[in-house]
């Protein structure tokens, strides 16, 4: 699998997201008993939303692109005793992983993906969740002022991703957890089932 320089470096430092404990907008559903069965979250940075699907009983499973993020994840796990595993992947290939999960968690990656790689990460989930699973997942808003960070994602710009074989049940305006800012960041967040 390719390098990403980019990803990995951005892990060098500490990245804005990666707020040592996972959003409250999951840690909700995970208290709600929505991370059951085989949960993968993607692109799953050092790992929090893993674990937290795997201390609800998840048989829970991480991947991201960045070498350096899987190695702390791991860490974090074998010191918090945690059972889960990581693994360096590609969001865009799921379909690699050969394995089907009942719940798919995202916090922050459908947005990185500009308007032709969109269709291509939509089906990557499709080819990783089984029919009538839950992808749950956290964007940045367009609600978010200014034009600093990600790209803004609109309601309007979720439902057409997600128009073909997929059911949205909920989109809720949601904050974003960000170590630079304490009021956080506007986010949507989406209840999406496959169909």
């Known amino acids: 699998m390719a390098q ?15 707020i040592g404990r996972p959003q409250p907008g999951f840690v909700m559903l995970a208290d709600a008993g929505e991370f059951q069965g085989r949960v993968l979250d993607v ?3 050092t790992g929090e939303h893993v674990m937290l699907a795997a201390s609800h009983g998840a048989e829970a499973m991480g991947v991201d692109v960045a070498e350096l993020a899987i190695e ?3 860490a974090k796990a074998q010191q918090r005793g945690i059972s889960a595993i990581f693994e360096v992947g590609d ?4 379909d690699r992983l ?3 999960f009942d719940v798919i968690t995202d916090s922050g990656v459908f947005h990185v993906f500009d308007d032709e790689e969109r269709p291509v990460y939509v089906n990557s989930l499709r080819s990783a969740l089984r029919p009538g699973g839950m992808y749950y997942m956290m964007c940045f808003s367009d ?4 034009d600093w960070g990600p790209r803004r994602v609109s309601e309007a710009e979720l439902r057409a991703a997600f128009k073909d074989g997929w059911s949205i049940k909920s989109i809720e305006p949601a904050i974003f957890a960000v ?6 960041v506007q986010a949507w967040l989406a209840t999406i089932e496959r169909l």
Do not use: F, K
């Open 98 to 100: 050969r394995r089907q």
């Open 43 to 45: 692109g799953c940075g």
């Open 143 to 146: 609600r978010q002022p200014g």
């Open 179 to 184: 170590t630079i800012d304490d009021n956080g």
């Open 91 to 94: 969001a865009l290939h799921l």
């Open 72 to 74: 702390r994840a791991r």
């Open 4 to 18: 990403h320089p980019s990803w990995n470096s951005v892990y060098e430092g500490s990245p804005p997201w990666d």
